[in-house]
């Protein structure tokens, strides 16, 4: 699957869980989303993240560093290398609307520090969308993180 394509599949697959185009956070790797998205320019990777740029924008993976006896771990007691998390960011996202969501599933949060921002979380399936409201509704990043019935595997 090109880059390109991969981004463009957000619209239709955004929201109904926390895989995203196969990734899965707490069970896919690193070598998962190189298989995927191909490695990383060596300026945007480090050992616990990574930015992919794509056709149509960028995508940032969050990895963890080991399980909670290794610090830091990142907070989530799972091995190296296991994806904690994937924020897809569009060059030009879908408007807010268009995605047709079941918004009683979502947590609405204004930023406190970027005023046209609102953030749209919804914990259980582990998917948040930010939302530009200067820019009539855009959605400019897609979120992926744990579900929270992945709780447990939390560091204490």
Request: hydrophobic letters at 35%; aromatic letters at 10%; one cysteine or more.
């Amino acid at each position: 699957m090109t880059s390109g394509l991969v981004l463009s599949l957000i619209v239709f697959v955004c929201c109904q869980s926390n895989v995203w185009n196969g990734i899965v956070p707490l069970k896919s790797t690193r070598a998962d989303v190189e298989k995927l998205l191909g490695l990383p320019p060596q300026d945007n990777k480090g050992k616990d993240a990574a930015i992919y740029k794509t056709k149509d924008g960028k995508v940032f993976v969050l990895y963890s560093t080991g399980p909670c006896k290794i610090k830091p771990s990142r907070g989530w007691n799972v091995p190296e290398s296991t994806v904690i998390s994937v924020s897809v960011y569009p060059d030009a996202g879908p408007k807010f609307a268009e995605l047709k969501l079941d918004i009683r599933k979502f947590e609405k949060r204004p930023d406190p520090e970027a005023l046209n921002e609102i953030h749209y979380l919804d914990e259980i399936d582990g998917i948040g969308l930010t939302v530009d409201t200067a820019a009539d509704g855009e959605v400019t990043r897609f979120s992926y993180f744990p579900e929270s019935k992945y709780n447990y595997l939390r560091c204490k």
